[in-house]
Nanobody, 115 residues
């Protein structure tokens, strides 16, 4: 059974930083695509960042240059370093893994950026 457990969300002032973590069990991130999506109230879920099994990364346009996705294979964990946060980054952030044609999702972690 695949489980993705996110941590690291919270409240931060504009201009601040947060690091999200997603620990996986039941699958190996180095053999899967992993990433982060977010959903703000009244908006569709959108891509934040993805990292392929071979390490290639892709970012949503609104976070390029501010967010960095990385992976620790030994810990089977994907991270999202978020810098220069703005109130527009406020959302629930979801960890995602994709393997064998199936999407797996974490429970989500709230990120709130105050102005």
């Amino acid at each position: 059974q695949v489980q993705l457990v996110e941590s690291g969300g919270g409240l931060v002032q504009a201009g601040g930083s947060l690091r999200l973590s997603c620990a996986a069990s039941g699958l190996t991130f180095s053999f899967s695509a992993g990433g982060w999506y977010r959903q703000a109230p009244g908006r569709q879920r959108e891509l934040v960042a993805r990292i392929a099994s071979i390490g290639l990364t892709r970012y949503g346009d609104s976070v390029k240059g501010r967010f960095t996705i990385s992976r620790d294979n030994a810990k089977n964990t994907v991270y999202l370093q978020m810098n220069s946060l703005t109130p527009e980054d406020t959302a629930v952030y979801y960890c995602n893994a994709f393997r064998g044609g199936v999407d797996y999702w974490g429970q989500g972690t709230q990120v709130t950026v105050s102005s």
